[in-house]
T-cell receptor
């Protein structure tokens, strides 16, 4: 079975940094995805980690520790448009994605 | 380039009625997926297809059926809708159903079953 936990909500100020944590306990692991989903829209791909360490992509970075079953998504220099839900998803042994419930980030001026 | 399209955008349906949600992709992706998204539960996989002509069950397949007659289309059918099937349904596709592959999502169908 899959158990993926992430905080329900986070609030931060424009220009600040926010870290969204994701812990997982899954039967098999082939990588971890982060998706962004604006209200009423489709999820869109942000990042993929399969090896331990930090992957940086512009203002967004994603970290993975396989031994700890832990990942985080770091959003730097927050902008109002970053207000969205962020979905953590684990790719299992059968190459199917299991999603966490998502973290809603609200950016305030 | 359309990517993935879904129809209808939204639908209100009486319980017991049959409904087919349509999904079409133009990226020539081999794998396609149907998810439902409910508040507090995240996206859950209903059915998937790794290639045309094959389908498989996901986490919550009961009450739903799919077919994959060709590469582009992957319809989801509710044979007899029930109120618990009220949800937002997302279709997705990826180049392959095996290995690392980013999934691309359609805009979703909001379904209400009364």
């Amino acid at each position: 079975g899959q158990n993926i936990d992430q905080p329900t909500e986070m609030t931060a100020t424009e220009g600040a940094i926010v870290q969204i944590n994701c812990t997982y306990q899954t039967s098999g692991f082939n990588g971890l995805f982060w998706y962004q989903q604006h209200a009423g829209e489709a999820p869109t791909f942000l990042s993929y980690n399969v090896l331990d360490g930090l992957e940086e992509k512009g203002r967004f970075s994603s970290f993975l520790s396989r031994s700890k079953g832990y990942s985080y998504l770091l959003l730097k220099e927050l902008q109002m448009k970053d207000s969205a839900s962020y979905l953590c998803a684990v790719l299992s042994n059968d190459y199917k994605l299991s999603f966490g419930a998502g973290t809603t980030v609200t950016v305030r001026a | 380039i359309a990517g993935i399209t879904q129809a209808p955008t939204s639908q209100i349906l009486a319980a017991g009625r049959r409904m087919t949600l349509r999904c079409t992709q133009d990226m020539r992706h081999n794998a396609m997926y149907w998810y439902r998204q409910d508040l507090g539960l995240g996206l859950r996989l209903i059915h998937y297809s790794n290639t045309a002509g094959t389908t498989g069950k996901g986490e919550v397949p009961d009450g739903y059926s799919v077919s994959r007659a060709n590469t582009d289309d992957f319809p989801l059918t509710l044979a007899s809708a029930v109120p618990s099937q009220t949800s937002v349904y997302f279709c997705a596709s990826s180049d392959s159903g095996e290995g690392y592959n980013e999934q691309f999502f359609g805009p979703g169908t909001r379904l209400t079953v009364l």
